[in-house]
């Protein structure tokens, strides 16, 4: 795609759950251990409600969109119109709701806010961990406008207990002058893993890297891996035992190791982390970079000017299908919240109710730039011809999903995956077998084995949700 815009495993119980975030960043220093589960927000009713995000309000650095704030300011607004109750926006930077701790720590303290959201990748935390408000009743039948894979991950025994906003499938920016500088053109953007290593090989100059990948240790660096297992036709568990001991996983696994130990890609990232398009594609750090397609927008607002494209994630040949992760956040109410069903009505009339259908059409096409997550807003952007006019939607759902362009209100997505949910142990395992063959050079067969085994110690047990996506 050419220019877009300008440019160790002891069981696991439920109640375990929200005490295994040792393995997150700063986590170590993180006490008292987040038992306290049951802590619920101590304001009183009549207050405020408060809800966490790392959207708004906010302003500068690689993450901050003004169209984002904007949406989000007007939310409270319209709320305080709709129910004459008052909703406070509490933000917190990117990295620490991704990447830190502060929210398990709130959750412990007993201190937890009202409204939150999570993605995927972490919902067993706070479902095990008892934390989340049955949504279901107040959804009713809203909850069949939703598509299926973007509810799959955020409901357990029919019972819904997030509500999504978007998709997110990933794909690869690129830097345009990069390229020309390289003497390269559209027609050398890689479809296959060893043109990505041959071409990032031939970006490379003394400041520059080839391709950005995420190297900390996090729930976001097993996102961006997910895609490379799929393609090579692995998975990370089978029911409740491990599948990581495989072909499959050992050759995803040696695609990350060799990006690094060629030289390809970083062993470090730079400002707000692997998916800070500003601070590392923008600034000449790399020359491509994984990121959502929402990723867009990052660099329109933080890196005004500068010329970049996009395209799918290379498979590991031509034969092979370019899967991609879905990714996207999800409203969820605390349970132990004083005011969790006024918290429930708002998530409700927020995202998911009939009159949220415009609003969730301008989070979408305009403040966040991604797919909804309800056929009706699909639908709603369909008709008003704001598919067909935006380059960047048109790739997400042809290019990347593989959605017909005669259907793009498709409820089946050839090319995407939802991400899917595990333990946090199960996901620490997964980050410890990229840390090693990354960071250790650890052959990635030996890291797979060990992986294996320490996903089957931590899901011996396991009574949790169902894992998967």
Same mark, same amino acid.
């Given at each position: ?274 998916? $800070?398009? %500003?601070?590392?594609? @923008? !600034? ?9 397609? #929402? &990723? /867009? ?92 006019? $935006?380059? %960047?939607?048109?790739? @997400? !759902? ?9 259907? #793009? &209100? /498709? ?59």
């Amino acid at each position: 795609m050419t220019d877009t815009r300008s440019g160790g495993g002891r069981p696991l119980g439920r109640r375990s759950l929200l005490r295994s975030g040792g393995f997150l960043a700063g986590a170590a220093t993180l006490t008292p251990a987040l038992t306290a589960c049951a802590g619920g927000a101590s304001a009183s009713p009549g207050a405020p409600l408060d809800f966490w995000q790392w959207y708004a309000p906010q302003s500068g650095g690689g993450y901050a969109v003004s169209k984002q704030n904007d949406w989000f300011a007007k939310l409270v607004k319209d709320w305080r119109k709709e129910s004459g109750a008052q909703l406070d926006l509490t933000y917190i930077p990117v990295s620490q709701y991704t990447e830190g701790t502060q929210l398990q720590a709130a959750f412990s303290a007993g201190q937890a806010p009202d409204l939150f959201i999570i993605s995927p990748g972490d919902f067993l935390r706070y479902h095990n961990g008892g934390v989340l408000y049955d949504l279901t009743d107040e959804l009713g039948l809203a909850a069949d406008d939703f598509y299926a894979s973007a509810l799959a991950t955020r409901t357990v025994d029919g019972r819904i207990y997030a509500l999504p906003m978007e998709n997110e499938p990933q794909c690869v920016f690129y830097d345009h002058d990069a390229f020309e500088k390289a003497g390269l053109s559209e027609g050398d953007l890689p479809t296959t893993w060893d043109q990505l290593l041959a071409v990032g090989d031939k970006l490379r100059t003394r400041t520059r890297y080839g391709f950005i990948l995420p190297t900390d240790p996090t729930v976001y660096q097993v996102f961006c891996w997910y895609p490379y297992l799929w393609q090579a036709g692995g998975d990370i568990v089978d029911g409740t035992s491990s599948a990581f001991d495989s072909a499959a996983c050992v050759k995803a696994l040696g695609l990350w190791r060799e990006l690094v130990q060629s030289g390809v890609t970083p062993r470090t990232t730079q400002g707000g982390g692997g998916g $800070d398009l %500003v601070a590392n594609l @923008a !600034a000449g750090y790399g020359a491509m970079q994984q990121m959502t397609i #929402p &990723g /867009s927008m990052f660099l329109d607002e933080g890196a005004k000017g500068f010329r970049y494209g996009m395209f799918p994630l290379p498979a590991p040949d031509r034969a092979a299908k370019p899967l991609t992760c879905m990714g996207g956040w999800a409203i969820c109410v605390n349970k132990k919240s004083p005011r969790a069903r006024e918290a429930a009505r708002f998530a409700v009339w927020a995202v998911a109710g009939e009159e949220s259908r415009d609003r969730m059409v301008d989070w979408a096409f305009d403040a966040k730039v991604t797919l909804p997550a309800r056929r009706s807003v699909m639908e709603e952007a369909v008709e008003r011809g704001l598919l067909k006019s $935006d380059k %960047v939607m048109q790739f @997400a !759902a042809s290019d990347v999903l593989g959605l017909p362009k005669d259907d #793009p &209100g /498709s409820s089946t997505t050839p090319l995407g995956r939802g991400e899917p949910r595990f333990p946090p142990e199960v996901a620490k395992a997964v980050m410890d077998a990229l840390q090693a063959v990354m960071l250790s050079g650890t052959d990635p067969r030996t890291a797979a084995q060990r992986a294996s085994k320490q996903i089957d110690s931590a899901l011996t047990g396991y009574d949790g949700a169902s894992m998967g996506s």
